[in-house]
Each structure stands twice: as C-alpha cells, then as structure tokens.
C-alpha cells in the first residue's frame, strides 16, 4: 500500500501528506503498527495537515505529540487542518 500521509506518533490527530492530494481520495497511513485510512474532505497540498480524527473548537492538533495550535471550529477526519482554523499559540505576545 502507497504511503500518503505520514504520522510521527501515534498521539497525532493530524497527518502531513506527501503529495497534492484531491477532494474525496481516501489515503492511507501508519499510526504505529496500525494501518489507517480516511477520505479527504478537501484538496490538501503537499505537506499539509490533514485531521486524522475529530478535533473539537479549542482543542489542541498534535504532530509529533506536541501542540502546535488549537482548533478554531470543528475540525472533522478528512479535513484540511491551516490556518483558516486553527491558531497558533506558539510566539504570541499576548499570553
């Protein structure tokens, strides 16, 4: 099976895929020993992010175990996971 999309570790909820990918492809990936797959809800560039499972408003996306932001909306499996909703708390001066 053709890796799509790379998981560093298995407490990710995103995926970063490795090609540009269009709507409804279903890719396929590793989460340690397991092997997944999800239909993509939305064209993901390459090495994009897409959700691997249901991430919640307010909740932390993980890639490589650690947070690299927080949702904005809900963000369903299959979805292209950016900037148009997430933000970012790394660097914030406000905090």
Known sequence: ??????????????????????????IHFSVGQSERSVQLLQDIPLGHKVAIQEIRIGEDILKYAESIGVATTLILPGQHVHIHNMETQRGRKDQ
């Open 1 to 26: 099976m053709e890796k799509q999309a790379v998981v560093i570790n298995p407490k990710d909820n995103v995926a970063t895929v490795v090609d540009d990918l269009s709507a409804n492809k279903i």
